[in-house]
């Protein structure tokens, strides 16, 4: 993209009367210094900023996310970076906690961040998405799938929010018409009290309900409690056909084995946080037959290539296997680099742009954003714990 379409783009945001005072005000001042302001103006390095947990029981999948990011930033450097610029990352650990994402926010915008891959608990990067947007910096989230999050950007008019992953009022639905279609009508639904545990639990309450499943139990939990037997023993009795709980593998681990403690044999149901190996480990051979919602990422030669690249690459510190977001984190990466050099610039209402106009080809195949800030699609598909790992139901049977 060169600097004349910049301009052109900038003339058709304002021009559309849809942009917020204050982001007009700045698309003025990127017009202006866009025409003026040579590539080599552009600050060395190129700070990319990830947040996520690195510590505390959902450190892994923090850990999934930076080392994404890293092998993207490295792989950009090797080829001599972007603009004429390394490329460098800044890690926060948000600890999964909703009080830290203003801060770990604020502490990446004073660090000088020109872009973030992030974060990964939707009641995280909801606030974290608002201190971004104010500082005009485009975040992507790889893993948070509460629809709120982008939902709220478009009504604010915030055009720096954006989501690589489906959103929960896709992955709900395709869980409950799953247990329907086989007959589980009798549903307990669990979840963590959290944004994305309580929101997913109730897109899979929604749908159930409204094709004819009976709702037999709906209560939530501390996301640090492990101890799970209390809340079990109101269904002990119920006959129930499934249980679907809203909530991350740390959780979801223990449950599974004090439900089969406790004699309850209803399928485990559970969503896009709990398909890690850390789910298996902890529940053991009680993790068998459990029933996970998540894309099939690694439906192609590019994200096969990428998992093998990612599993050398790491090796050497004990890494096994890509995590499932690690592709992502990867991709958005990429893609906001991409969109850095698309646009000419670092400025964050035009490196936004050039995301939403680009066709991104990535190793998830081919992304667009739409006006929320969402991908255009994100198949979910049915997972299921078969001999100690996780196989794409449609190839288990």
């Known amino acids: 993209m060169n600097k004349q379409s910049i301009l052109t783009l900038v003339f058709l945001a304002l ?30 390095p190129i700070l990319i900023g990830v947040a996520g947990p690195r510590t505390g029981p959902q450190a892994k999948s923090g850990m999934d996310l930076d080392l994404g990011t890293q092998m993207a930033v490295a792989e950009w450097n090797e080829k001599g970076g972007a603009l004429g610029c390394q490329v460098e990352r800044i890690m926060k650990d948000d600890r999964s906690e909703e009080t830290e994402a203003r801060s770990v926010a604020q502490s990446l915008i004073s ?33 948070s799938t509460n629809p709120n999050i982008t939902d709220r950007a478009l009504r604010e008019g915030w055009t720096t929010v954006f989501r690589l992953c489906g959103r929960d009022d896709d992955q709900g639905p395709v869980a409950a018409n799953f247990a329907l279609e086989r007959g589980m009508n009798r549903i307990a639904i669990f979840h963590d009290k959290t944004a994305y545990g309580e929101g997913l639990a109730q897109a899979f309450q929604d749908q159930a309900a409204l094709n004819g499943g009976e709702i037999v139990h709906f209560t939530g939990f501390a ?6 037997r209390p809340h079990f023993t109101p269904i002990l009795n119920e ?38 190996q850390e789910f298996i480990d902890m529940a053991g051979e009680d993790a068998e037959g459990a029933l996970l919602t998540f894309p099939n990422v690694y439906s192609s030669q590019e994200a096969l290539a990428f998992k093998a690249d990612y ?23 990429n893609m906001l680099l991409d969109a850095i050099v698309a646009a000419n610039t670092t400025e964050g209402l035009a490196m936004s742009r050039a995301l939403r106009a680009l066709t991104h ?9 739409n006006e929320k800030g969402d991908v255009n699609e994100s198949l979910y598909v049915i997972w299921v714990v078969k001999d100690g790992a996780f196989v794409p139901w449609d190839e288990s049977h």
Do not use: W
Not at 22 to 38: D, F, I, R
Not at 223 to 228: A, P
Not at 250 to 256: E, H, K, R, S, T
């Open 311 to 333: 599993e050398s690459r790491f090796s050497d510190q004990g890494i096994t296997e890509a995590g499932p977001y690690a592709i992502y984190s990867y991709v958005a990466t």
């Open 111 to 143: 660090d000088g961040v020109v872009g973030v891959v992030g974060h990964f608990n939707s009641g995280v990067t909801y606030p974290a998405s608002e201190a971004y947007a104010e500082a005009f910096i485009p975040m992507i989230t790889p893993a």
């Open 239 to 276: 006959e129930i056909d499934v249980v679907f709980f809203g909530g991350i593998f740390n959780q979801a681990g223990p449950m599974v084995r004090q439900m089969r403690e406790m004699g309850i044999t209803a399928a485990f149901m559970s969503g896009d946080g709990t398909i890690y």
């Open 15 to 44: 021009a559309s009367g849809c942009i917020p005072v204050k982001e007009k005000e700045t698309l003025q001042s990127v017009s202006a210094n866009s025409a003026s302001t040579p590539v080599s103006s552009v600050a060395c």
């Open 361 to 369: 080809s990535t190793p998830l195949g081919s992304v667009q954003f």
């Open 223 to 228: 996301k640090e409690d492990t101890d799970f």
